[in-house]
């Protein structure tokens, strides 16, 4: 059974970093597509930055060049880097993954896709 289980969420002010972390266990197949959701009161769930089984990178437009996605495989955990945080950027953020035994993983911003979820982890930005 697959375990995601995040870390680093908190409060800071506009302007500010926080490090979320996603500890990854229990995966079926060795291609893996990880990624990063949020959810804000009253909205929808949506998108915020993937990783194929390649490597290659997705981001919402609202967190290009802000928000850095990465993963460390020795450690199976997955990452997101937030700087310069914006007020708009609260939310309930979720790890999601799901896995694969074709040579390759590709995923989207489509909540559906995904077979594993951890249990979200509040990031609060202040003006």
């Known amino acids: 059974q697959v375990q995601l289980v995040e870390s680093g969420g908190g409060s800071v002010q506009a302007g500010g970093s926080l490090r979320l972390s996603c500890e990854a266990s229990?995966?079926?197949?060795?291609?893996?597509?990880m990624a990063w959701f949020r959810q804000a009161s009253g909205k929808e769930r949506e998108g915020v930055a993937l990783?194929?089984?390649?490597?290659?990178?997705t981001y919402v437009d609202s967190v290009k060049g802000r928000f850095t996605i990465s993963q460390d495989n020795a450690k199976n955990t997955l990452y997101l880097e937030m700087n310069s945080l914006k007020p708009e950027d609260t939310a309930m953020y979720y790890c999601?993954?799901?896995?694969?035994?074709?040579?390759?993983?590709?995923?989207?911003?489509?909540?559906?896709?995904?077979?594993?979820w951890g249990q979200g982890i509040q990031v609060t930005v202040s003006s």
């Open positions: 999601a993954g799901k896995s694969t035994w074709l040579p390759f993983c590709r995923g989207t911003f489509n909540p559906a896709e995904y077979s594993a």
């Open positions: 229990g995966f079926t197949y060795i291609r893996r597509c």
């Open positions: 990783i194929n089984s390649d490597g290659r990178i």
